[in-house]
């Protein structure tokens, strides 16, 4: 797919800013109702926004990329007050459980830290608000119209609702354990009619939810000609109703556990490699079902996003295959997936793929014919430039056309961070010349947002830390740490300065 000339800001939903009380613990969907959010990014001249995976996420890691569906959004980005709106709980309801949050953890509202999520707090409020909510149908006026759009709701997604909340039921009762550490473990030996019905109802009305909201909030968008970009890994977790409902599609032996784990092997940043640990797909089965998994699952990211990019591209191609008794990634192997076959199929679906290839990384001659084939825009990221600026297919005089350029992603350093704490002086020196100007930590990232929208990519995507040229205390992620990830929030961008929102919007209608 080619992308016309365009750029946006990556801002996971979880950043949102706190728009009223009730969404002050994590962002949601709030912010279209309440703020002019959408006037702002159009003022600022975007027509993109790239949002972070929206499934559900554990409770420990809280990554995006670590959930237990494939298929499912995460029902703490569900706004409360539109829940509100909809007659579905009275405010009084809950302000009634938001203060008993408060007083039971001793919660000041005058103290709370506005720029990170609080998951312990955001979990337990809403996941009593949803519970309320979901009793009050019973006796609700608008309990037949509810219904009836739950049935629309459990046809259109049968493909993966009812084993989504069967498996979240059942993991429930089992204390939130692992599924092959269950009583009865294997989905075929589940007897259906022993369950409790109403919890399995609870789980498919929470997701009635979060799909209705997200795409209230998608229509909003796109009907102000803004465009939702979506992010999928490629592997699952192994903790999932992927894996536990098809068992048969990933290399498990006959008990269910993993005789093969994902990673990637040693390279110039890991002498042992990455071991991420991920069940891998068994892509001859896959086949023989005509990707049946893999076709749901992207025809499911194509409707609810505009593009999408697919995390670790090159494991599409052939991917490192490690033993699952092995404690680092040196002794694994590459394995040829189908990229073809899948692709060829996906076509006879959806005739143009909305792709974008995470292709960071050493990247092989055979994922770049693959990826050249399907016109699927490669990935380029700023902060990667500063070596050799000759032959870097990060420089921006390097840029193809079909590329996705960005001053920094989720998993970098913000680009003020990354000069402060990272950058050599050899490349700030680099820096200074290829800009033929002294550059600092105050204008650093606006000269490279200047820089990539003036470059030749087709589409510029900045970091919404970036635009606000945050240091390295506002990064989002930092690999192969579990400390402090996935917990910041804006607060800082309705109250840009209108010469500098002028100044970005002058810069996009001059390059893009």
Not at 72 to 82: D, Q, R, T, V
Not at 234 to 240: L, P
Not at 246 to 264: I, P, Q, S, T, Y
Request: charged letters at 20%.
């Amino acid at each position: 797919m080619l992308i016309k000339r365009s750029s946006g800001i990556l801002f996971p939903i979880f950043s949102f800013p706190s728009c009223d009380n009730f969404d002050i613990f994590i962002g949601d969907f709030t912010i279209i109702y309440k703020t002019n959010f959408i006037e702002l990014i159009k003022k600022l001249g975007f027509s993109k926004i790239q949002i972070l995976p929206i499934n559900p996420i554990d409770r420990l890691s809280f990554s995006p990329y670590s959930s237990y569906s494939a298929f499912a959004g995460n029902p703490y980005f569900i706004s409360i007050y539109k829940l509100i709106q909809d007659n579905l709980i009275t405010y009084e309801q809950v302000n009634n459980i938001f203060n008993e949050i408060l007083d039971k953890y001793s919660v000041d509202l005058n103290n709370l830290i506005l720029d990170k999520v609080n998951y312990k707090l955001a979990f337990e409020f809403k996941d009593k608000v949803l519970r309320l909510a979901f009793n009050n149908i019973k006796n609700s006026t608008a309990k037949i119209k509810i219904e009836a759009e739950l049935e629309i709701f459990k046809n259109n997604n049968k493909y993966w609702i009812y084993d989504y909340s069967i498996y979240r039921y059942l993991k429930k009762v089992n204390n939130e354990k692992q599924w092959n550490q269950w009583d009865i473990k294997f989905k075929e030996n589940i007897n259906i009619n022993e369950l409790d019905n109403e919890e399995i109802e609870f789980y498919i009305f929470e997701q009635y939810l979060f799909y209705k909201q997200y795409f209230e909030f998608k229509e909003v968008l796109n009907e102000e000609g803004i465009e939702v970009i979506g992010d999928i890994p490629i592997y699952v977790s192994y903790d999932s109703v992927d894996v536990w409902a098809n068992r048969e599609l990933f290399k498990l032996d006959n008990e269910g556990n993993m005789v093969v784990v994902a990673g990637v092997p040693p390279d110039y940043f890991s002498q042992t490699g990455q071991l991420w640990g991920n069940p891998i797909y068994n892509w001859d089965i896959l086949s023989k079902t005509g990707f049946k998994w893999w076709i749901k699952r992207l025809l499911h990211s194509f409707k609810i996003y505009d593009l999408v990019r697919i995390d670790h591209f090159r494991g599409l191609v052939a991917f490192w295959e490690v033993p699952a008794n092995e404690n680092t990634a040196i002794n694994g192997k590459w394995v040829n997936a189908k990229p073809y076959e899948l692709f060829n199929t996906l076509l006879n679906y959806k005739s143009v793929l909305p792709i974008i290839a995470e292709d960071l990384g050493v990247i092989t001659e055979d994922v770049e014919l693959f990826r050249e084939k399907y016109q699927i825009p490669t990935m380029r990221v700023l902060q990667f430039a500063w070596d050799n600026i000759e032959t870097n297919p990060h420089i921006p005089h390097n840029y193809p056309s079909n590329s996705v350029v960005y001053t920094a992603t989720h998993d970098n350093n913000t680009t003020k961070g990354w000069y402060l704490t990272e950058a050599t002086d050899y490349q700030k020196q680099l820096i200074n010349k290829y800009f033929s100007k002294e550059i600092n930590e105050n204008n650093v990232s606006i000269e490279f947002i200047r820089l990539l929208l003036a470059s030749n990519s087709n589409l510029v995507i900045i970091p919404v830390f970036d635009l606000l040229n945050l240091d390295q205390n506002y990064r989002i992620n930092t690999p192969g740490t579990t400390y402090n990830n996935w917990l910041y929030r804006d607060n800082l961008l309705f109250n840009m300065d209108n010469g500098y929102k002028n100044y970005i919007c002058e810069l996009n209608r001059i390059y893009r």
